[in-house]
């Protein structure tokens, strides 16, 4: 796919940008949790969210999907399927449903693409096993296909190394079917999406002040049935505000996005940058939702490395950033791009290499220099947040993109919205 350079400024509001993924998952797999049914409207359409809907049908679930509104009517018991379920190129999904599936009684084997497969799964399958999971796969369990004797599972007092929200919502899923009270807590706050939905739907869980510490209490009974909208997805909205900010006079205002704190530090860190953006919450229920403006601004280097689990999704369009910024940034302590879709911080490096930026690999991180940028042909790893990042910057000086098709597990009308913009695209 070939990304031709924009000649015009663009000035837009758009409100149907990709509904948010992390909601969407975790609706569908939490409707598991309750005996009536569940309402969504505006769930994600995209692979990733469509292979969550596929594996609760074959665990007795009834699915229905009206538009991008979905209905999901739990099984009074969960089955034990005769197939494999699928999750695709989703580490969100497989980590949840194993955490899940731990606990319920039953045989289940979770696999997916091959860069899922080779995804650690040790940091989900390592705790579960310690209260008594029955968990197999490659590696002792670190690799996909993973397979699981279901069990009732015993209490736990954890305390995780790394701030991953995969890991937390794992182990509260595998909890609320323990034997007992138990306890998370993990060094900084990560996402918490889960526990505010949770929470929501009646879930028997105490949370500290600050958020590290989640005290779960074992499920005695079915939780709330939801009936939610999803807002958009501020890590797809990130794309396009992106566009208007490197865009000369342009301008973009983008509405019902989820901005949850833990969601939207890759727009402050933009600001730290000197980027004109608003933020504006106009609703509250389990999460804060509201609008996002901004317009074209002149970046300057920044030196990041802390809250790096709150942007790790918005890093690679971040690097666009960087390129683009005068003077040098530097990104630390993000050894967590090495196990995302692809290893972002090669597939990062090595494509802004390719645009003739100059570029400083780390083992956790890079270092950019900030300057012009050239039109080249690129890889995207199969990876669709390399391959949406790498668009943005075709923005600017035209781009080539491989495998392209990628953005279809998160982002279905991402082409279609920059088109919107102005941008010309061949294929």
Known sequence: MIIHALSDSFEI???DIAADKSISHRFAIFSLLTKKENKAKNYLLAQDTLNTLEILKKLGAEIKIYGSNV???PPRKILSPKDILYCGNSGTLMRLMIGFLSGI???FVLSGD???NNRPMKRICNPLKNIGAKIYGREDANLAPICIEG??????NHESQISSAQVKTAMILSALNANGNSVFKEPKLSRNHSENMLKAMGAPLKISEDGLKIEISNL?????EQDIEIPNDPSSAFYFVLAAIIIPNSKIKISNVLLNPTRIEAYKILQKMGAKIEIKITQNHFESIGEIEASFSKLKGIELKENIAWLIDEIPALAIAFALANGVSILKNAQELRVKESDRIHAIVSNLRLCGVKVEEFEDGFKIEGGKVNKAKIKSYKDHRIAMSFAILGMICGMEIDD???IE???PNFIEILKRLGVKIDY
Do not use: N, Y
Request: proline share 0%; charged share 20%; aromatic share 14%.
């Open 13 to 15: 509001e758009i409100s």
């Open 71 to 73: 209905s999901i009517i």
């Open 105 to 107: 009684s039953g045989f």
């Open 114 to 116: 091959t860069s899922l």
């Open 151 to 156: 069990q009732k599972l015993h209490s736990f």
């Open 220 to 224: 005695k009974e079915s939780l709330k």
């Open 404 to 406: 392209f098709e990628c």
């Open 409 to 411: 597990t998160s982002f």
